[in-house]
């Protein structure tokens, strides 16, 4: 019965839709958690992390237990957007190399941005052991310390080597959007998360 007390361990639920309480704090029942978080800085984005705080201290005890983990990672000092689950398909899926999703990030840069470095990044620069060099899908100025970056990859420290591979160096870094999925629309504080709707994860999915 609706705002009973659950007294039998072995009494079935309906869970689609089930909203309940533990110990007093709400919960509705989810059969997956699809979650996105603007993730601040001094945060590791692993399960055991080694220098500083993991991201999952950013949630509630009970995702853990679910064994909720992120969706590739973020750097330590950068900022933005990052997708977490429980959902092992679904983190295979939007992590494979072959998925080519764009992601959009803002990068402060030490020295002054210049139409040349934004046509360097366009046209592709040679980092180490790459055998090849490596474009991004779009660039743009934003400020004089400051550019978009738009890339398909997810290499090791990707953007920061490629500002370096092209004469100048990153001082921040945030990412902006994953796909069509955007901070701006999210409306997250930064260490603040939320639930994917069913619409942002099909999106997510290219469906």
């Known amino acids: 019965m609706a705002g009973s007390p659950a007294t039998d361990w072995l009494e079935d639920f309906v ?3 089930l909203a309940f309480t533990v110990e007093g704090e709400a919960w509705v ?3 997956q958690l699809y979650l996105a978080l603007n993730k601040p800085a001094g945060i590791e984005c692993s399960r055991k992390p080694s ?6 201290t950013l949630f509630p005890h009970p995702f853990t237990e679910r064994g909720l983990q992120p ?4 750097d ?9 689950s429980d959902d092992g398909a679904f983190i295979h899926a939007q992590s494979s190399p072959k998925r080519h999703q764009d992601k959009t990030y803002v990068a402060t840069v030490a020295e002054p ?17 790459e055998p090849r060099p490596i474009a991004a899908v779009s660039a743009r100025m934003l400020g004089e310390h400051e550019i978009e970056i738009v890339l398909t990859q997810g290499k090791y420290h990707q953007v920061k080597r490629m500002l370096a591979a092209a ?15 955007t901070l701006a629309d999210l409306d997250l504080p930064l260490g603040g998360w939320t639930y994917l709707s ?10």
């Open 15 to 17: 869970p689609v839709g």
């Open 29 to 31: 029942y989810r059969a």
């Open 51 to 56: 220098h500083h705080p993991g991201v999952l």
């Open 71 to 74: 969706v590739g990672r973020l």
């Open 76 to 84: 330590h000092d950068t900022t933005g957007l990052l997708l977490l």
């Open 113 to 129: 941005a210049t139409p040349a470095l934004i046509a360097q990044l366009i046209g592709g620069v040679q980092l180490i052991d």
């Open 167 to 181: 004469g100048n160096h990153c001082a921040a870094l945030r990412r902006e959007a994953i796909g069509g999925l």
């Open 198 to 207: 069913e619409a942002q994860q099909q999106s997510l999915r290219g469906g």
